[in-house]
């Protein structure tokens, strides 16, 4: 009997579909809410440095409490403003002691001199938001990183970072959520993906659909939630797990192009104070963290080699193709260029 392989006319071309652009490409990222550090690294009055985008910012938290991220380098000569630090609001480079306020203006020079107009740093737009400190890339925010059903005041997190760091791009992890076949074949999820895509709600940087699952292929928990992607850097989820509301993000600091650093973020209801109930938070924040932890160690040996490029796809890629879609024509700009570099 004759096979597929054995038709003479078939030949052997490898199918690309459109490719997606990489963050950095032609100097350009996608215009996205990135997590940056943990709150509870940038206690009032410290400083830290990190990698993002492809340089280097300062994230610092003023007496004021309020969290700023700015350029690391000083207008004057380079130095890095992580090895300054902060004096009320603003924050003072260890060079020659000129100091920027909230806003990242030059206030004031070491001996005196009046600053020149032109000396300031790069501001990014910052939020504070379940026990992260996010940046967004691009002069302004046209979305915003989204609630939850509940209220933040309501929520208890526990927050921590995953290593080692991807060599992808956030959007790569991103594109997992509507990859259905990968959830299948690499998470062993068991759910019912044939009319999921007609549920999909899309908007101009997300997509959400109510996800009701089965781990361990239908022999684990039930998971039912609200599960998504906001744009090319977060994965969010909410809803029941083990009994339990609980809520999660998976956030993707891009730390360079090609270069993913995980966040979690794990929220629950508050505990009313009693031990019981301290006891239960505690639990759901460490079946939330081992779950978010299994999901990551089953991608990296796939994330860990791939050379991710969108080819021939089938009917059950319409969610990925789309997503992909997305980030192909996502925004994307890079204002902060000339001074985290
Ligand atoms: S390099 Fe910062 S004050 Fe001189
Ligand atoms: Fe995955």
């Known amino acids: 009997m004759a096979t597929k392989g054995d038709t003479q006319q078939r030949q052997r071309v490898r199918p690309h579909s459109a490719p997606v652009p990489a963050e950095g490409e032609n100097d350009l990222f996608s215009e996205s809410w990135f997590p940056v550090c943990l709150s509870s690294e940038v206690s009032v009055g410290r400083v830290i440095g990190r990698n993002f985008l492809d340089g280097r910012i300062v994230i610092f938290r003023g007496d004021d409490n309020k969290v700023q991220v700015f350029s690391a380098y000083c207008p004057h000569m380079g130095a890095d403003l992580a090895a300054g630090k902060v004096i009320g609001s603003s924050i003072q480079c260890g060079f020659h002691h000129w100091e920027f306020d909230a806003e990242g203006w030059c206030e004031k020079t070491g001996l005196g001199d009046p600053p020149p107009d032109t000396a300031c740093l790069y501001k ?68 019912n993906h044939e009319r999921l895509y007609d549920q999909i709600e899309w908007t101009d940087h997300s997509m959400e659909y109510d996800l009701d699952a089965k781990l361990e292929q239908g022999d684990g928990p039930s998971l039912i939630a609200r599960v998504g992607i906001y744009g090319t850097s977060f994965f969010r989820l909410y809803g029941e797990f083990m009994g339990q509301w609980i809520c999660a993000l998976t956030a993707f600091h891009l730390l360079g192009p090609g270069q993913t650093q995980v966040y979690y973020s794990l929220g629950t209801p508050k505990s009313d104070g009693t031990e019981a109930d301290d006891a239960r938070v505690a639990k759901t924040h460490q079946l939330l963290f081992n779950l978010g932890k299994s999901i990551v ?22 969610a990925l193709a789309k997503y992909l879609g997305m980030v192909r024509n996502f925004p994307r700009s890079h204002s902060s260029s000339d001074f985290i570099n």
């Open 124 to 191: 990014f737009h910052s939020r504070e938001k379940f026990g992260l400190i996010w940046a967004f890339n691009g002069d302004e925010p046209w979305w915003e990183i989204p609630d939850y059903p509940k209220t933040e005041d309501e929520l208890s997190f526990s927050v921590s970072y995953d290593v080692p760091v991807l060599p992808v791009d956030p959007w790569v992890v991103c594109a997992n959520t509507p990859d259905w076949q990968h959830l299948k074949a690499v998470h062993r999820l068991d759910f």
């Open 297 to 318: 160690t089953d991608d990296r040996p796939i994330l860990h080699s791939i050379k991710y490029s969108p080819g021939v796809m089938t009917k059950s890629d319409r």
